[in-house]
């Protein structure tokens, strides 16, 4: 494999795994959430991971972030 090649591949897979995290971010927006969506996200997300798009590590961590980010908007909103 020329170099070229291998660059233009690790540039592919690098907006690949991009758009899984932007995609599982907003899933775990919805999972998180009272939205009647949140079943059907929960099923997407364990189907990415069954296929090896994500890890169980990832989802954890993503849903951490959005429960977090969620407590510093109500934070905010009740301090005003």
């Keep these: 494999m020329e170099d070229t090649e291998l660059l233009e591949k690790a540039s592919r897979l690098i907006?690949?795994?991009?758009?899984?995290m932007?995609?599982?971010y907003q899933l775990a927006f919805i999972v998180t959430s009272?939205?009647?969506a949140s079943k059907d996200?929960?099923?997407i997300i364990e189907y990415m991971k069954e296929k090896g798009m994500i890890s169980e590590i990832q989802i954890?961590?993503?849903?951490?972030?959005?429960?977090r980010f969620r407590e510093k908007?109500?934070?905010?909103i009740t301090s005003i």
């Design 15 to 20: 907006e690949t795994q991009k758009y899984f």
């Design 41 to 43: 996200a929960k099923r």
């Design 34 to 36: 009272d939205s009647p």
């Design 22 to 24: 932007r995609l599982l």
């Design 60 to 67: 954890g961590k993503a849903i951490e972030d959005v429960k």
């Design 73 to 76: 908007i109500l934070d905010r």
